[in-house]
């Protein structure tokens, strides 16, 4: 059984920084397309980031130049550097992959930004 898990999340200041990062396990397949999506209390989720199969990147226009989304191939892992971290930028952060035929969301990481 497929499963992809989230890590980084967690309490951070405003104006630092956090790098989520997202796993496949289950799967021989690789990473190719990805995204990253939010959503914070009393909202919709909504995308932040994605990648392509050729490596494409596309953002946010709320977090353009702050956030950059990657991928290690070595690794088979899918980041999310999230950099000038703002309160609005609280939320639970969902990495979603594409393997093979099949796309799978993790269960989310909380990101929580206050002083």
């Known amino acids: 059984q497929v499963q992809v898990v989230e890590s980084g999340g967690g309490l951070v200041q405003p104006g630092g920084s956090l790098n989520l990062s997202c796993v496949p396990s289950?799967?021989?397949?690789?990473?190719?397309?990805m995204a990253w999506y939010r959503q914070a209390p009393g909202k919709q989720r909504e995308l932040v980031a994605s990648m392509t199969y050729g490596g494409t990147t596309n953002y946010a226009d709320y977090v353009k130049g702050r956030f950059t989304i990657s991928k290690d191939s070595t690794k088979n892992t899918a980041y999310l550097q999230m950099n000038s971290l703002k309160p609005e930028d609280t939320a639970v952060y969902y990495c979603?992959?594409?393997?093979?035929?099949?796309?799978?969301w993790g269960q989310g990481t909380q990101v929580i930004v206050s002083s």
């Open positions: 979603v992959l594409v393997l093979g035929p099949t796309t799978y």
């Open positions: 289950g799967t021989s397949f690789r990473l190719n397309v």
